[in-house]
């Protein structure tokens, strides 16, 4: 094992199934105990109950049926937390200085914007994430044509979401453009 | 010291964004532009509260903890905006202003 310093992209060959279920369940049993840890204590993690909840969380993961893989792509993600931290407290910024102005300074009206994004994880997110950034809530999805409500119809909304689905493009890998995913995340 | 000062100054801060949220939800005319208000402004206000009382976390825990909280509540908050908006869409008004 003089290669396992280096990490393996997961295979999908069937001999690599046994391995990826045992990793899917350490990390379960990882993830279990760190939640335990969170709410009740590093004293309570040695309790019998943490202990069977614990097990009984990786135990549940190896019998359930996998759910389908999330293609993240870790490289991207600090830059789309980033992007999400900045936004959203502009969002924030923008929408009480709005609601505390006098003249009340708002245009609202809706519009329409077709994502590319595919179906799933990218798509959930983009719209959880345009109701949190300056100005936009997400109302509506017909097949890719969302409508949004905009605070201010001036603003440059489309750029912004735009903006929005470069990024969360960049953090997911679609099957759609695999040829983008060795140098997809350089823009 | 500059822990409790560095946690009132963040959550008054946080506590401006709340009382804005909430201007915002009295003052603006319709259910779409309310709900711009409500989920943006807390968003804010809360995580400079959460933000504010990390500084008094006695341990690692209890930061993420406090961090857990923020993120529950903002999907919370941002998946209840948009199916009240969708709602609203499909439905129209829930009630008349007048």
Known sequence: MARASTPTPARRTFAGRGRSRARRALATAVAAALLWWILAGSAALLEPLALLAIVLAAVASLLLPAGRPLPLRPSALPGLLGFFLRSSFLGGLDVARRALDPRLPIQPDFLTYRTELAHGPPLTLFMAVVSLLPGTLSVRLEGRLLTLHVLDCDADTHGALMTLEQRIRAAFRDPRDRHADDNGATS | ?98
């Open chain 2, 1 to 98: 010291m500059i822990a409790n000062t560095l946690t009132v100054l963040l959550v008054l801060a946080g506590l401006v964004f709340f009382a804005a949220g909430t201007a915002g939800l009295l003052r603006f005319p319709d259910v779409y532009s309310r709900l711009h208000a409500l989920t943006k402004a807390d968003n804010v206000g809360l995580g400079l509260v959460v933000l504010g009382l990390m500084f008094q976390a006695s341990g690692p825990a209890d930061i993420l903890k406090l961090l857990l909280i923020w993120v529950l509540v903002l999907a919370a908050g941002t998946t209840a905006a948009h199916m009240v908006a969708q709602r609203t869409w499909t439905h129209g008004e829930f009630e008349s202003d007048r």
